[in-house]
């Protein structure tokens, strides 16, 4: 089809900026799995290449508990694909030779990481910016993830290789290590940032620094904020996973029937704790 060809071709274009021991690790994937290596490289590149996937929408929430200890959790919603698609979701745990450890919630044979922590504590999670341009002549956002938890331990050093990458789609990054919490907001040209506010800090898609995409405008954010004011020192796994049942969160939005919560996970830093669900959609829903 047009779109197919469109997004190899733009594949392609994206491959020259993948550091060769991703491109190497890509071909092992195409080898043993049988398939072709572009399409093994176009499904890898897929949400910087395919116009459809600025449609992801995300929740993710961090806040300090009584003791100290930050807790953070982080749904994927996503408006237009169907359950049948999207009921693959992995755990991955990733032991690199050289690079920290890490776990990953992706789909099947996609190298790159969108939800994940490794064994320092340092996580993330990938949120689409609303409404941004299109942009894919850079290293793609899930392989650039991948770089930042096999080397980081800090959500300072996760920014300075931000800083440092030929960065590609312009995408927000809620990263906490076992201390703090952080929101990246880039595109191929700029960078800002976000910290924690009064103990918590809440992520959705749209920008709190740059000027990227549309203006804000968002049900879940005020959802959730007002759920972290109602049990203020209260916060748990259990709170999260109230909050992300939450009928504005777990959906794309409340008038939407159409709801796919692909994932939800929650970490504790410092404890190396998480909870993953990855149920058919809606996986956080009920």
């Known amino acids: 089809?047009?779109?197919?060809?469109?997004?190899?071709?733009?594949?392609?274009?994206?491959?020259?900026?993948?550091?060769?021991?991703?491109?190497?690790?890509?071909?092992?994937?195409?080898?043993?799995?049988?398939?072709?290596?572009?399409?093994?490289?176009?499904?890898?590149?897929?949400?910087?290449?395919?116009?459809?996937?600025?449609?992801?929408?995300?929740?993710?929430?961090?806040?300090?508990?009584q003791d100290g200890k930050l807790i953070r959790s982080r749904s994927l919603e996503y408006n237009s694909i169907s359950p049948s698609q999207s009921t693959s979701n992995i755990l991955y745990i990733y032991q690199p030779s050289r690079g920290y450890a890490f776990a990953s919630v992706s789909g099947p044979l996609n190298m790159g990481v969108g939800t994940a922590m490794n064994e320092t504590g340092l996580n993330l999670g990938e949120h689409s910016i609303y409404k941004s341009s299109q942009y894919w002549k850079g290293i793609p956002?899930?392989?650039?993830?991948?770089?930042?938890?096999?080397?980081?331990?800090?959500?300072?050093?996760?920014?300075?290789?931000?800083?440092?990458?030929?960065?590609?789609?312009?995408?927000?990054?809620?990263?906490?290590?076992t201390k703090k919490a952080r929101i990246y907001e880039y595109d191929s040209e700029q960078i800002g940032y976000k910290d924690m506010d009064e103990g918590r800090l809440i992520l959705t898609n749209y920008t709190h620094v740059l000027n990227i995409g549309a203006p804000y405008n968002c049900r879940r954010f005020s959802s959730a904020s007002n759920f972290l004011n109602n049990h203020r020192g209260r916060i748990d796994v259990r709170k999260l996973v109230e909050l992300n049942r939450n009928a504005y969160i777990s959906r794309v939005d409340e008038f939407s029937e159409k709801f796919y919560s692909i994932h939800l996970a929650i970490f504790i830093p410092e404890a190396l704790d998480f909870w993953i669900a990855v149920d058919p959609p809606p996986a956080s829903r009920g």
């Open 141 to 177: 956002n899930g392989i650039l993830n991948r770089k930042i938890l096999e080397n980081a331990a800090s959500v300072e050093e996760a920014g300075e290789i931000l800083r440092k990458a030929p960065r590609s789609r312009p995408v927000m990054q809620m990263v906490t290590d």
């Open 1 to 65: 089809s047009w779109m197919e060809n469109t997004v190899l071709e733009r594949a392609r274009e994206a491959e020259q900026y993948i550091p060769e021991k991703y491109t190497t690790e890509l071909k092992g994937i195409a080898a043993g799995s049988g398939i072709d290596y572009e399409h093994i490289m176009a499904l890898n590149t897929l949400s910087d290449t395919a116009d459809s996937f600025r449609s992801f929408f995300c929740t993710s929430v961090a806040v300090k508990r």
